[in-house]
């Protein structure tokens, strides 16, 4: 597999170019004091996050995501002779997840560069505006929203969920922190997936579905079992649960309880 060197997407072209933020190494030292969150240092590297303010042209501003990161890769069996930058892989599912319709963040750019022998490489995406992620307090435990909305929100996400994985791609370790969710004002709901970093292609719904929908249920803190349950059916499009459902959850449960035996 080639690397990427560099990508800008097209609609966001006469931004970057406006705020003269169309190259490597202007993104590289945009706000670079400001961390998101502490840089992870690991993989023999370090990866962090900051929050940027871009002009547009035609008056106003967006906010931006710029991930930047030096020796954090990895190898696989389809690269081998090659350490890839884990944002090229988070790159690459980006590009793929919203080819088949998944709702991700959207790409702004990406590029990378061996700077003194360190591979670095940097990761734009959009500010998801007005988003939260589903563990936030206003939603969570999702007990405290009425009948309706917590409905909608259920809904909305497993509506998503399922696209995903009728997609063949599996998430891998997915938490509510990773569903960003917006209410409209007519009471819709938005959702949008972030860090794809580990995402896969996988052959096999099922096991697609009893892999990230257990660690969404094991992760689902202050939900009760009722809303779980809730959002399995939804997910499965069902009143009642049916044999293979009952697999499935049968699978999930079995995993759960497996996992709490080992850390006791």
């Known amino acids: 597999m080639m690397a990427i060197a560099e990508y800008i997407n097209p609609a966001w072209l006469p931004v970057l170019r406006h705020?003269?933020?169309?190259s490597f190494e202007v993104l590289w030292q945009a706000n670079q004091d400001g961390w998101f969150e502490p840089p992870?240092?690991?993989?023999g590297g370090w990866s962090g996050v900051v929050r940027h303010v871009l002009e547009l042209p035609e008056g106003g501003s967006v906010g931006i995501f710029i991930k930047r990161q030096?020796?954090?890769?990895?190898?696989?069996g389809r690269n081998l002779f090659r350490a890839v930058a884990t944002f090229e892989r988070e790159f690459r599912?980006?590009?793929?997840?919203?080819a088949l319709g998944i709702a991700t963040p959207e790409p702004v750019y990406f590029g990378q560069r061996t700077v003194n022998g360190k591979v670095r490489a940097i990761l734009v995406t959009r500010e998801l505006a007005g988003y939260q992620p589903f563990d936030a307090p206003c939603y969570n435990p999702i007990t405290q929203l009425d009948r309706q909305r917590r409905q909608r929100f259920i809904q909305a996400v497993s509506q998503t969920l399922r696209h995903m994985h009728a997609q063949h791609v599996q998430y891998n370790c997915l938490y509510l922190?990773?569903?960003f969710v917006r209410e409209e004002a007519d009471g819709a709901v938005d959702v949008r997936l972030i860090d794809m970093e580990k995402a896969?292609?996988?052959?096999?719904?099922?096991?697609i579905a009893t892999r990230d929908l257990y660690s969404l249920h094991r992760?689902?803190?202050?939900?009760?079992?009722?809303?779980?349950?809730?959002?399995?059916?939804?997910?499965?499009?069902e009143a009642r649960l049916g044999e293979e459902s009952k697999a499935i959850l049968r699978a999930i449960l079995r995993r759960m309880k497996s996992k709490r035996h080992v850390s006791a």
């Not at 705020?19 to 169309?22: K, Q």
């Not at 030096?70 to 696989?76: A, I």
Request: with cysteine.
């Open 70 to 76: 030096e020796n954090h890769s990895y190898r696989s």
């Open 219 to 237: 992760r689902a803190e202050g939900w009760s079992n009722t809303d779980r349950l809730r959002l399995f059916l939804a997910y499965r499009e």
């Open 40 to 43: 992870n240092e690991r993989r």
């Open 19 to 22: 705020n003269r933020a169309d």
């Open 93 to 98: 599912n980006l590009q793929r997840c919203r």
């Open 200 to 207: 896969k292609w996988r052959p096999f719904k099922r096991l």
């Open 177 to 179: 922190k990773h569903i």
